[in-house]
């Protein structure tokens, strides 16, 4: 599968949160130790809020350990929003069309799981993506799809209702097909504002996903930890596992729910899909 990490609040440099946590992501993708797969070397993807009102992005099919592009640019990179994805193909061509995260407008998204038996259900999904959104489909993974999907059913205005609709679609439509449990997923996504995340699976049994303790309160536990003091408040992750051994320092997310970050405050809901 793949392992993404959701970052929000004080501006830091991407570098730091890709590649010195105990677990980093860059390290997860040689050596993750709760996903599906212990290596996501099909490439990977960064999308960031700067000056300008649309997301930058930068994919590259190449492992994100041994891209010295990445290690570059991430050097030299701050923002105070991040998405950040390796990826573990299930099945798709290894192409940068097809690393997440992807873009539409001001909005990224990015996805751990898969559509399962995608090649039977594809037409059938790609069909009821909005004609007005079709021509913004570049890759050919089922989580672009899923994307679209979700801003077919109104993403941009309720985000947590869209994901239902397009999740209970996929799902009416692959049990039409005679597949049993048609999808697996946490997925994220925003619009430079806010952080929605949900953690969901047809059988029950989704990938991990954590979201982080509030900085205040891991400050008070570990006044000597430097790298918590130069966060601020409303400082958040949200990961596909856990980047250190802080102990307290990650909750979570459970089966079947649906977690908003805007600002400092978190919301956690219970995420149902809803029928087509």
Not at 128 to 134: G, I, M, S
Not at 172 to 182: A, L, N, Q
Not at 208 to 230: E, K
Request: proline fraction near 6%; glycine fraction near 10%.
């Amino acid at each position: 599968m793949c392992r993404w990490l959701a970052y929000s609040g004080s501006p830091v440099s991407v570098g730091d949160l890709l590649y010195k946590p105990t677990n980093s992501l860059v390290i997860q993708s040689k050596h993750s130790r709760m996903g599906a797969e212990t290596t996501n070397g099909d490439g990977f993807g960064v999308g960031w809020y700067g000056a300008l009102a649309e997301p930058g992005m930068f994919h590259s099919t190449e492992p994100a350990w041994n891209d010295r592009n990445l290690h570059e640019l991430a050097s030299h990179a701050r923002s105070g929003r991040v998405f950040a994805h390796i990826r573990a193909s299930t099945g798709s061509a290894v192409q940068q069309t097809n690393c997440h995260p992807f873009r539409h407008g001001n909005w990224l998204w990015m996805h751990n799981g898969l559509i399962r038996d995608f090649a039977t259900v594809k037409r059938d999904l790609v069909f009821a993506v909005a004609p007005e959104l079709y021509p913004g489909i570049e890759g050919s993974t089922d989580s672009e799809v899923f994307f679209y999907l979700a801003l077919t059913f109104g993403l941009e205005q309720d985000p947590p209702a869209a994901i239902a609709a397009a999740v209970g679609l996929i799902e009416e439509t692959g049990r039409r097909h005679g597949v049993e449990h048609p999808i697996q997923m946490t997925v994220a996504t925003t619009d430079g504002n806010a952080t929605w995340a949900v953690r969901y699976s047809s059988e029950g049994q989704s990938r991990t996903l954590f979201h982080s303790t509030d900085i205040s309160t891991l400050r008070a536990q570990y006044p000597d930890y430097p790298l918590l003091h130069g966060l601020s408040d409303d400082t958040r992750l949200v990961v596909s596992e856990p980047l250190g051994d802080l102990h307290g320092a990650w909750q979570e997310v459970p089966e079947s729910s649906c977690i908003t970050v805007r600002g400092g405050e978190e919301e956690l809901q219970p995420f149902k899909p809803a029928a087509p």
